[in-house]
């Protein structure tokens, strides 16, 4: 618990060391005063993550847009050994999924404002999409960067 009281989360490997990149990201939500119910969410889904990548031996700097397709079908399917048959629900609701992927995709975004090249890879067709919605709204690209982003 941090002296204001507030309680702030991370993310610990299998021998129970915090994982560097996630305590990094999940440290800027808090200096952001970002919900507490949030930060529990983001921990709880890159701790899936990133049981996920070492299940497969990957970093989190190795992996692959494609690969991160396998994350969203890994939290689908109820274990690895089974499989769905047509009709079976999958193991987490679509909205249980979108908030994990929204996390990654946020704890990528951090990343690549801290100069990591591979997660600006990751994001680069977010990026574009963000950059023709910030246009309309009259902002530029540089502008959107330059930001605050607590």
């Known amino acids: 618990m941090a002296p204001s009281g507030r309680v702030g989360w991370t993310v610990v490997d299998a021998v129970g060391v915090a994982v560097a ?32 990548l070492a ?51 946020s704890f990528y975004d951090f990343h690549r404002l801290q100069g990591v090249e591979l997660a600006g890879l990751m994001l680069d067709p977010l990026c574009a999409a963000r950059s023709r919605r910030s246009a309309r709204c009259g902002r530029t690209t540089s502008t959107v960067r330059a930001a605050p982003r607590c």
């Open 55 to 105: 299940e497969r031996s990957l970093g989190w700097r190795e992996l692959s847009p494609a690969e991160l397709g396998e994350f969203v079908a890994w939290l689908r399917r109820p274990a690895e050994n089974v499989l769905l048959l047509p009709g079976t629900p999958p193991a987490r609701a679509a909205s249980t999924v979108n908030r994990a992927l929204s996390a990654v995709m």
């Open 21 to 52: 990149p996630a305590e990094a990201f999940l440290r800027y939500r808090f200096d952001c005063e970002a919900s507490p119910n949030t930060l529990r969410a983001y921990a709880y889904d890159l701790k899936l993550f990133f049981g996920f």
